[in-house]
């Protein structure tokens, strides 16, 4: 059997950001991704100066960012209106000459899949499992085919196959609550362009940002709720919306507003699971890459960037070591730290967010009152200004 190269399970944004990187390192790739095609997704992103500079470093900062829109600053809010704080993100995104970035997934990914070119991504194809041989790796899929690499990358997410066959004892935590995510196109601005807002209620965050245009010159938004909810929920089918509106009733403008505009079909309500640091990501020519090896709770907008990062240095470490089996080892060694110190400031953040009890709420909502936003810029610089290529 020939090998393929580099194999990636999953072509997420970060199968895909690692196939583009490999390939500019001058590396054979080909990624393998269950899903029958890449359907437009119902969510945003947004990608901080870590991600945006490793797509700089990709040759593709400029189509990213022409593709969603780029906000100044964070708006904190009482779920009555009232400021908690601001935030300059414009400050650090000056410093760092990168921007932060509000995109919509599903134009991400074509962004990424036009720089793949075609012919890399191999559509329809489950893997369920991989056998180490002969110093290269097989790989099996749903439908009994298989193929041949030098090396295998799992970045199949947070219910990895490649994780389960390296790792079957290892399960995803659950991290209490659940998030509904909504995209809709207003024909007038809802917030003012160049900021996004976080708005803090009863128990549940709420936030609002720019994605971009819509059609006919539509303002593009992307919200979502986060709330406390017992795992695996569901809402009545085509109840999203009033599950959402359930949990906001009453709050500032243009939260009900925006979510009677947003489509029953634009709303999605997923779960957030996290993974405790893993006691290994690879052996052998095989790691994980992504949500597979470090899935973590969204309070830091960190999980994609990180993926983005994972790409970018392990693209350089297999470019700089022709030792393919200890390049992997570099990089795992490179990224596990990084990654769990995110994850761990992830749910640090998450951990005060969605108190209910009023006095939790008061003291809360006086911490973001008074917290000199130097010191949470100071925070931000920590994970956002870390040189992940050095
Ligand atoms: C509510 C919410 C909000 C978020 N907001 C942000 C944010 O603002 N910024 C940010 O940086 N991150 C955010 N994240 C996190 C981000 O979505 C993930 O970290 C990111 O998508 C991980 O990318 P990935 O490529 O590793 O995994 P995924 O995006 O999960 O991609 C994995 C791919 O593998 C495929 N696959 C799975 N199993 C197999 C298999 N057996 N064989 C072949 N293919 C397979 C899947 O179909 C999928 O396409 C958010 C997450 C949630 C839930």
């Known amino acids: ?29 080909a990624v393998y991704e269950r899903a029958e095609d890449y359907w437009p997704v119902g969510a945003g992103l947004s990608l901080w100066p870590n991600a945006m500079r490793a797509f700089e470093a990709l040759g593709l900062a400029r189509e990213v960012a022409g593709a969603g829109a780029s906000w100044r600053e964070t708006v904190m809010h009482r779920w009555d209106g009232k400021v908690l704080s601001r935030l300059a993100v414009d400050a650090l995104c000056r410093e760092l000459g990168q921007p932060t970035v509000g995109v919509l997934r599903s134009e991400l990914q074509q962004v990424l899949l036009r720089a793949l070119g075609p012919d890399v991504v191999h559509l329809g194809a489950a893997c369920t499992g991989f056998d180490v041989e002969d110093g290269g790796v097989r790989v099996t899929f749903a439908d009994g085919q298989q193929v041949r690499g030098d090396c295998l990358i799992g970045a199949d997410g947070l219910h990895s196959a490649v994780r389960q066959r390296l790792l079957p004892e290892v399960r995803s935590r659950y991290g209490g609550r659940t998030s509904w995510r909504g995209v809709v196109d207003v024909a007038s601005e809802v917030i003012p362009e160049g900021s996004q807002f976080e708005i803090y209620g009863p128990g549940a965050r709420f936030g609002i ?7 006919e010159g539509t303002r593009r938004m992307y919200w979502f709720l986060l709330a406390p909810a017992p795992e695996g929920g569901r809402d009545a089918e085509g109840g999203h919306r009033e599950a959402v509106l359930s949990q906001v009733r009453g709050w500032m403008e ?8 947003t489509p029953e ?15 290994k990501w690879g052996e052998g020519p095989v790691t994980l890459l992504g949500d597979s090896a470090h899935a973590m709770v969204t309070d830091m907008a960190q999980g994609a960037c990180q993926a983005i990062e994972d790409a970018l240095v392990l693209a350089k470490l297999l470019r700089e070591d022709s030792d393919r089996v200890r390049a992997l080892r570099t990089y795992e060694s490179r990224r596990r730290p990084r990654t769990a110190h995110v994850s761990e ?3 640090k953040a998450g951990s005060i967010r969605y108190v209910r009890n009023p006095v939790a709420r008061w003291a809360r909502d006086l911490l973001l009152q008074t917290l000199p936003p130097s010191v949470a810029l100071n925070q931000l610089r920590s994970v956002v200004a870390y040189d992940f290529l050095a």
């Open 1 to 29: 059997m020939q090998s393929r190269g580099v194999v990636i399970i999953g072509g997420g944004l970060g199968g895909l950001c690692a196939a583009i990187a490999l390939r500019q390192a001058g590396l054979e790739v």
């Open 209 to 215: 940002c720019h994605i971009g245009r819509g059609p």
């Open 254 to 261: 243009p939260v009900e507003s925006l979510v009677r505009a």
């Open 265 to 279: 079909s634009a709303i999605l309500r997923t779960d957030i699971h996290y993974l405790e640091p893993l006691p």
């Open 345 to 347: 400031l992830s749910l």
